[in-house]
């Protein structure tokens, strides 16, 4: 079994400032996939960024980055420069060992202009 | 450049009448999965295909059901809705299981009357 867990149901960023949405997981496996997806307002739910539980790297797409602590299972969301589009419900969530995906509760982020 | 297509976009239904929700793909993709989103929840998948091999979710109500006609196609079955039944109707795609991104179509709004 495995879950996720997204203590902050909303999150709040002045636009041009950085966030970090936090997201613990626990899962048996040693192998395993972790995932941030972003799901805008009416809009259809879209990949963020993936990590490899393998690859030590903290992955990284553009103004989003992820700090990957495999020891503590943490696997945070930071958003560089935010900007209003940026506003959204965001997922975390994790398939490890041939199981199916596995979502946090998500967090709302709401960008204030 | 649409890649999944979910029609319609909004459904009314009654309390019981069999409804029909439909998923497209032009990614060729292997897998095809559904899931439930209730309002500022996270998605709960009901089931997947793997090509044609049908997984259900232990926690699906028997009154859903799936059909893959094809690779290209999906579609949910609700043979009677009930007032829980009401929510966003997600579609999603894979190139295979686990680990794999999904891709989401923008979703079935189901409004149970």
């Known amino acids: 079994a495995q879950t996720v867990t997204q203590s902050q149901p909303e999150m709040s960023v002045q636009e041009a400032e950085t966030v970090t949405l936090s997201c613990t997981y626990d899962t048996s496996e040693s192998d395993y996939y972790l995932f941030w997806y972003k799901q805008p307002p009416s809009r259809q739910m879209i990949l963020v960024i993936r990590?490899?539980?393998?690859?030590?790297q903290n992955a990284t797409e553009n103004r989003f980055s992820v700090n990957f602590q495999k020891a503590a299972k943490s696997f945070s969301l930071k958003i560089s420069d935010s900007q209003l589009g940026d506003a959204a419900m965001y997922f975390c969530?994790?398939?490890?060992?041939?199981?199916?995906?596995?979502f946090g509760g998500g967090t709302r982020l709401m960008v204030k202009p | 450049d649409a890649m999944v297509i979910q029609n319609p976009r909004y459904q009314v239904t009654q309390f019981g009448k069999p409804v029909t929700l439909s998923c497209s793909q032009t990614?060729?993709?292997?897998?095809m999965y559904w899931y439930q989103q209730k309002s500022s929840q996270a998605p709960k998948l009901l089931f997947h295909y793997y090509d044609k091999d049908f997984n259900n979710e232990a926690d699906t109500p028997d009154n859903f059901q799936s059909r893959r006609p094809n690779t290209s196609f999906c579609f949910l079955d609700i043979r009677s809705p009930g007032l829980g039944d009401a929510a966003m109707y997600l579609c999603a795609t894979s190139r295979d299981l686990w680990g794999e991104t999904q891709y989401f179509g923008p979703g079935t709004r189901l409004l149970v009357l």
């Open positions: 990614l060729n993709h292997n897998v």
């Open positions: 969530a994790c398939a490890g060992g041939g199981n199916m995906l596995t």
């Open positions: 990590q490899e539980a393998y690859k030590q």
